[in-house]
């Protein structure tokens, strides 16, 4: 299956008319480039893998108005339109009953989200760029913090060109981080909340570094410093098991978490804190995964009177308490103090 970019900026006409009518009048996915002052090198922003993560799109949106000097020739995918216009626009994650973009990078599925993935590292492969970024939303609200399957200081210098943490994972599920190289440094970075306004300028200061530093791989002096996150445990609900948000137990649900639960997102929490309510199979409602395998969930939390709490002192991450996504994806990462 081949997969066709266009590869024109918008106009000033269409500029005008704004992102959104630009965004569902776009047939296909976008490869745009700005030349650099070093034409020979190259770096890659990709954004919107996600349909509703718009951060990077709408920071990008911005710099079009007056192009940033990029320090080499700066190149920006921007993949799943087709997603993000559906439904009124910046909705769908992906459409509905297909495959989620950023699952099929390095693996063979059937379907055209399978072939853009592909394409898109392709492209990346043949560019050699010194270095990649994907810019994402998180779906809760929360801080920003870059995601990397690799510590080493040219992924720490990208991921401080966005923001102050970053995490090492080691679970793979097919994300376009993977493709990570010692030539070619990926890093994912997780802008915000999807509808927090500070999200936007993340991306936006954040971008303008990423294609004017040079050199980019230097861990930067005098910045703030990077908290690094090791191992993040992904918590997700057992199969069959049964979610819902509110103030107490629900009858026929399996866990109850808090609407606000998201406020707990990066503050570090004491063992013993108590993060919502079980339901008749406890914590076997909980799967837990740290990439390599399942974890006990027992090392991790305890029941105390049908509520669900911390066994020792940690961090949460990713909460989200948006039902569908917990189903689908995972309740929330977390890393032990
Ligand atoms: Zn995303």
Redesign the pocket.
């Given at each position: 299956m081949s997969i066709e970019f266009d590869t024109q900026w918008p106009t000033q006409a269409q500029r005008q008319r704004g992102l959104l009518e630009w965004v569902k009048a776009q047939p296909r996915p976008c490869w745009l480039t700005w030349p650099g002052r070093d034409p020979s090198r190259h770096r890659v922003v990709v954004t919107l893998?996600?349909g509703n993560?718009p951060s990077g799109l709408k920071a990008l949106w911005t710099l079009m108005a007056s192009p940033p000097q990029c320090a080499v020739t700066s190149h920006f995918c921007i993949a799943h339109l087709e997603a993000a216009r559906l439904d009124g626009g910046f909705v769908h994650r992906h459409a509905p009953g297909r495959p989620d973009l950023?699952r099929c990078f390095g693996r063979a599925g059937l379907g055209w989200e399978y072939g853009l993935a592909h394409a898109i590292a392709e492209r990346i492969r043949s560019l050699q760029p010194e270095a990649v970024v994907d810019l994402?939303?998180t779906s809760g609200s929360g801080p920003s913090f870059a995601v990397s399957m690799a510590d080493t200081p040219a992924h720490r210098a990208l991921a401080s060109r966005f923001t102050e943490r970053m995490l090492r994972t080691q679970v793979r599920l097919g994300a376009l981080m993977e493709l990570t190289t010692p030539q070619t440094p990926i890093v994912t970075i997780e802008c915000g909340g999807a509808m927090d306004p500070a999200s936007d300028e993340v991306a936006r200061a954040g971008l303008l570094r990423f294609l004017a530093d040079d050199p980019l791989l230097d861990e930067p002096r005098g910045a703030w410093p990077l908290e690094v996150l090791h191992r993040p445990v992904r918590v997700q609900l057992a199969p069959g098991c049964r979610i819902d948000y509110g103030v107490g137990p629900v009858d026929g649900c399996d866990l109850v978490l808090p609407p606000d639960i998201e406020q707990c997102n990066f503050g570090w929490l004491d063992g013993g804190t108590e993060l919502g309510w079980l339901g008749p199979d406890g914590l076997g409602a909980l799967r837990l995964s740290d990439g390599l395998g399942e974890l006990a969930v027992e090392q991790w939390f305890v029941e105390r009177q049908g509520r669900l709490c911390l066994r020792q002192p940690g961090k949460l991450f990713m909460i989200t308490s948006n039902p569908s996504i917990a189903l689908s994806d995972c309740l929330f990462y977390m890393v032990k103090a």
């Open positions: 893998l996600h993560e950023n994402h939303n």
